[in-house]
């Protein structure tokens, strides 16, 4: 079972940074993307940011230029650099992977979401 574990969240001051990661575990042939939503009260959920396995990104356009996007494939950690964070950012962070799970089955995944808060 494919498991992503999310952590880094927390309370920021307007300006701060965080950095949130988001593990894969379990059994899997690859992992196609990983990237970041982010769902605020009342709101749906948006794309933060995501990296395809080759290495492209794509961030969503309220974050871009403040908030980098980083993955380690050796432990299967995508990593989230969040700066000048506004309290419009406000959110819970949701982790999601594309992943393989043979080389022709591949799998929608979620965490279970971590807290962003930014507030003076």
């Known amino acids: 079972q494919v498991q992503l574990v999310e952590s880094g969240g927390g309370l920021v001051q307007p300006g701060g940074s965080l950095r949130l990661s988001c593990a894969a575990s379990g059994s899997f042939f690859s992992i196609d993307a990983m990237g970041w939503y982010r769902q605020a009260p009342g709101k749906g959920r948006e794309l933060v940011a995501r990296i395809i396995s080759l290495g492209n990104t794509n961030y969503g356009d309220p974050v871009k230029g403040r908030f980098t996007i980083s993955r380690d494939k050796s432990n299967n950690t995508v990593y989230l650099q969040m700066t000048s964070l506004k309290p419009e950012d406000t959110a819970v962070y949701y982790c999601?992977?594309?992943?393989?799970?043979?080389?022709?089955?591949?799998?929608?995944?979620w965490g279970q979401g971590t807290q962003v808060s930014v507030s003076s």
């Open positions: 999601n992977a594309d992943i393989r799970k043979t080389w022709s089955r591949h799998y929608d995944y």
